[in-house]
């Protein structure tokens, strides 16, 4: 399974970004799709995850700020953020999902970067 994320960069808070996601080495159709993020001196924690009936699920921390979204055909999964703030800062991760919030035990990609300054 190869994973690439992209689409990270810097932003002053209250910005916008979407980051982009694709996957190959499976079904991509046949499953959950997820984002995490791991912040610097803290550990991997869940995001976002969309299933293939359309259902989404989220951490608290979101309160309606991001949106997550799949594109079978193109295999690529988005996370469109916004009114972003300095706590989002952090090396964001795609990943298959086996549940809502767990992801399965593949290696991680290599991440894509967000920065928000205050």
């Known amino acids: 399974i190869h994973i690439v994320e992209s689409g990270g960069g810097s932003v002053q808070a209250g910005g916008s970004l979407t980051l982009s996601c694709t996957e190959t080495?499976?079904?991509?159709?046949?499953?959950?799709l997820g984002w995490f993020r791991q912040a610097p001196g803290k550990e991997r924690e869940f995001v976002a995850s969309?299933?293939?009936?359309?259902?989404?699920y989220y951490a608290g921390f979101v309160s309606g700020r991001f949106t997550v979204s799949r594109d079978n055909g193109k295999k690529t999964l988005s996370l469109q953020m916004n009114d972003l703030k300095s706590e989002d800062t952090a090396l964001y991760y795609c990943k298959r999902m086996k549940s809502q919030r767990e992801h399965f035990g593949e290696r991680w990609g290599q991440g894509t970067q967000v920065s928000v300054s205050s």
């Open positions: 969309v299933w293939n009936d359309g259902k989404t």
């Open positions: 080495g499976f079904i991509f159709a046949n499953y959950g």
